[in-house]
């Protein structure tokens, strides 16, 4: 119930302050936090990298590291930190942000890697299958690339996963 009027003492309604959150600054974020990311990420320093996310460093935000465009997500794939990946996963964010010079994505990175399990996951979270990699070539044309390198210099454990993700790959187009 609401205050009381002060002349006829009818209920009036309370008014209710909605929260108002100040914009995200995000050139302060950068300079704050952009030279620390690759370093937290190598060390899989979750804690900071969630704490900086919610401070509004998304995921998705490309900035400079050292030279390179880069996002929070396409280093934990870099750098094979797959629960890190999957942790970083959990925000909302863009999966299909694409960085200079290479072309590279989230997904790009995880089948460049061999990543079976984050290109998975990747794709069921709805990452984009058509999205063109390095020199404009197709993620198929892309897994099959590497396939055959695989192939040629005698990598049997590559030549098993690479299959996969081009497989993979192959049945996400058709659906």
Known sequence: MGCLCCCCKKPQPVKIEEKVEPPIDIQAL???????????????????????INEGFSPDLIFDAGGYET???ILTIAFKKDKLTQAVL????????????NNDSAL????SHRNVHITQLLLQKGANRNILGPEGK???EL???????????????????MGEIKNMLQSYLQN
């Open 30 to 52: 950068l300079r704050k936090y952009a030279h620390l990311v690759t370093e937290w990420v190598v060390q899989e320093n979750e804690t900071e990298i969630l704490k900086i």
């Open 143 to 161: 897994a099959t690339k590497q396939l055959n390198q695989c192939k040629e210099s005698n990598d049997e454990q590559g030549v098993q996963v």
């Open 138 to 140: 197709s993620l198929v």
């Open 90 to 101: 959990n925000y909302p964010q863009n999966l299909n942000v694409v960085v200079k010079p």
């Open 108 to 111: 790009v990175m995880a089948i």
């Open 71 to 73: 996002t929070i997500l």
